[in-house]
């Protein structure tokens, strides 16, 4: 039987997934993970242009999410290394869920305590403090995905997981800006302690997923190779899982390694300079809360929920190639918009096209990454590969403050959809390789 004779799941049975246990349990896990990321990155993007700091300056202070793109450094870590008195009652994996949680809580009620207009340092520390916190529940969280259930489940834990991060993410980005205003009231310009009272409120949502640890199941143990001294140690946990990695996939890893590199590039670059547009295009606080939270969450869960349904029935390369254009795309109506001026409808189309998009990407990505990893090394693999995923857009985006003041908003978004061409031709090149390529067992620990 051919790979297409083979029997597709009916709509019925992939839909039913996502009621799973570990399906629900994902969701809850997903919005602890995606809560921190806006606020360090996006919505504090919108704090510092309120607060009168220029676009070069919050472009630089971006590179505090290259912290997620080195998670990799530590990933073995939480793969190997045992929390005194923790884990020998959680487990492993969420031992190191519960302590990082508790990390990024601590942190954002830093950052709720500072006030850039007086000095930057202290709410810059924080927010390092925050992603450093924020990417070990990332390593941690991922290993606990992929052990908790088969690679065949794994795009609808994807999909959860990623309706579970956009929810925090709209929370985080406009459900903040909301919380912002109302402490606000009529009063004009930056409010810090407006701020302050809306981060503490993010500071408090945390509680969901340390909640959500406490109750879920540790996944079964994964049997490790007993390390002897020093040199085997930094063997088995840092040597082995990538020599695993390009053991399985030889010259084919390198193709997967440029596409992970690439995928999110659009869109990573351009979200910087999403804040201070809206900003500088004279949307309100309550505009932007709104747009994002009624529409924005509709299309992301829309996209999240197809993007895993399509890539269940259709195979996960087709679909991530439909995210990656996509996502190229819906930068093109950010110019387009920058172009037409203030126009809340017009705001309303555009954010909702960019969700949408966005969430068939990032549910097609989730699973393939997740069906790279072998589950010997699926904390520090995955690590890899979602710090790969950063490292680079990154990196570029912290000089998007410096390309919009020389070439404007429009000239910006126009290049940043031009950035997703060659990431059309490496999905084909890579979907061919998937199917044509070597199939190597993941070697025994």
């Not at 995905?145 to 993410?169: D, H």
């Not at 999403?274 to 869960?301: C, I, Q, R, S, W």
């Amino acid at each position: 039987m051919t790979t297409s004779d083979t029997v597709r799941p009916g709509w019925r049975s992939a839909v039913r997934v996502y009621l799973a246990p570990e399906s629900l349990r994902m969701l809850a896990l997903g919005f602890s993970a995606g809560l921190p990321l806006l606020l360090v990155l996006g919505t504090l993007s919108f704090r510092l242009r309120e607060a009168g700091v220029d676009r070069s300056t919050i472009g630089y202070l971006s590179w505090v999410g290259l912290a997620y793109g080195f998670k990799w450094v530590w990933a073995p870590l939480v793969d190997r290394v045992p929390i005194p008195l923790l884990t020998r009652r959680l487990g492993r994996r969420r031992s190191w869920l519960l302590l990082s949680q508790l990390g990024v809580t601590a942190a954002l009620a830093g950052m709720a305590l500072a006030d850039p207009r007086a000095a930057l340092a202290p709410l810059v520390g924080c927010a390092l403090a925050v992603a450093f916190a924020s990417a070990t529940q990332d390593i941690a969280l991922d290993a606990y995905r992929i052990e908790s259930a088969p690679v065949q489940a794994q795009p609808a834990l994807a999909a959860t997981y990623q309706t579970g991060y956009r929810l925090a993410m709209i929370w985080a980005g406009a459900g903040v800006l909301w919380l912002a205003a109302r402490a606000q009231g009529a009063n004009a310009g930056y409010d810090n302690a407006a701020w302050q009272a809306a981060y503490l409120a993010m500071a408090a949502s945390m509680l969901l997923g340390v909640a959500t640890v406490l109750i879920s199941p540790e996944p079964a143990p994964m049997p490790l190779a007993p390390a002897r001294g020093a040199a085997e140690w930094v063997r088995s946990a840092l040597v082995a899982p990538f020599a695993d990695f390009f053991r399985r996939y030889q010259w084919h890893a390198a193709l997967i390694l440029a596409l992970i590199a690439v995928y999110r590039i659009s869109d990573v670059v351009m979200g910087i300079m999403a804040n201070p547009f809206y900003v500088d295009m004279g949307y309100t606080k309550d505009e932007v809360a709104a747009v994002t939270k009624v529409y924005g969450v509709a299309m992301t869960l829309a996209g999240a929920f197809v993007g895993g349904a399509l890539a269940l029935r259709f195979g996960v390369m087709r679909i991530l190639m439909l995210g990656a254009l996509l996502s190229a795309l819906t930068n093109l109506l950010f110019a387009w918009l920058a172009g037409l001026g203030h126009s809340v409808p017009a705001l309303i189309a555009v954010v909702s096209a960019d969700n949408l998009a966005s969430g068939i990407a990032s549910a097609a990505f989730v699973g393939y990454l997740s069906s790279l990893t072998n589950v010997s090394y699926s904390a520090t693999q995955y690590a890899l590969f979602s710090s790969l995923m950063l490292l680079l857009p990154k990196f570029i985006a912290g000089f998007s403050g410096d390309y919009v003041n020389a070439f404007g908003y429009a000239g910006f978004f126009t290049s940043t959809a031009l950035l997703g061409l060659p990431v059309l031709a490496l999905v084909a090149l890579a979907a061919r390789v998937r199917g044509s390529g070597p199939k190597v067992p993941p070697a025994p620990v």
